[in-house]
């Protein structure tokens, strides 16, 4: 079982440019989430989707998108990169009110 | 809204010693959870405990165990014979036991970070 997977693991943007983010799990959970951390905030969750088909918008949805592939894939976009986005990212899975499981990170430059 | 703090940016103990982490929050509900999690120097968030709030005892998970005082809105974890591996960060959370809308979502503190001494 590899749980909840994110690629890339590291990527260097400059301002303006696009990427997606991408993560899976293997533990056929309902609900995916995107978070942020940035140092001394804690994670702050992006965007969020309950269930297969369904997306909503978290504390800092700003300058994201996001799509519910399927039930295993919940990828995140930036459209335009900026300086403020330089953070690390993380992809989470879970059953409904239960505990959430994180994936590795995926630490993310724009200069 | 829900807001979780942690009033200890960063604590310290010895090898083999006990070290207690604070954490409290605030809710205007009844029913809810909550977790800490370990995140240690590569980044991953790995889960250390979990509570629910309508059980009065304690939960405990082999060297950790949590202090749960639902009126006070306290929930601390204590750790015991601390070892070199439990250096990490550790984040609070809560979770709301209603589900839909933003209502399942985790809820973090901003984190104590812990050494331990050899």
């Known amino acids: 079982n590899a749980g909840v997977t994110q690629t890339p693991k590291f990527q260097v943007l400059k301002t303006g440019q696009s990427m997606t983010l991408q993560c899976a799990q293997d533990m056929n959970h309902n609900s995916m989430y995107w978070y942020r951390q940035d140092p001394g905030m804690g994670l702050r969750l992006i965007y969020y989707s309950a269930s297969e088909g369904t997306t909503d918008k978290g504390e800092v949805p700003n300058g994201y998108n996001v799509s519910r592939l399927n039930k295993r894939e919940f990828s995140l976009r930036l459209e335009s990169a900026a300086p403020s986005q330089t953070s690390v990212y993380f992809c989470a899975s879970s059953v409904q009110l239960y505990e959430q499981y994180f994936g590795p990170g995926t630490r993310l430059t724009v200069t | 809204a829900q807001t979780v703090t942690q009033s200890q940016p960063e604590m310290s103990v010895q090898e083999a010693e006990t070290v207690t982490l604070s954490c409290t929050y605030d809710?205007?509900?009844?029913?809810?959870?909550l977790f800490w999690y370990k995140q240690p120097p590569s980044r991953q968030m790995i889960l250390v405990i979990r509570?629910?709030?309508?059980?009065?005892q304690n939960a405990t998970e082999n060297r950790f165990s949590v202090n749960f005082q639902k009126a006070a809105k306290s929930f601390s974890l204590k750790i015991s014979d601390s070892q070199l591996g439990d250096a990490a960060m550790y984040f609070c959370?809560?979770?709301?036991?209603?589900?839909?809308?933003?209502?399942?979502?985790?809820?973090f503190g901003k984190g104590t970070k812990l050494s331990v001494k050899p």
């Open positions: 809710t205007s509900e009844s029913d809810y959870y």
């Open positions: 959370a809560y979770r709301s036991a209603r589900y839909g809308g933003s209502q399942g979502n985790l809820i």
């Open positions: 509570q629910e709030a309508y059980k009065q």
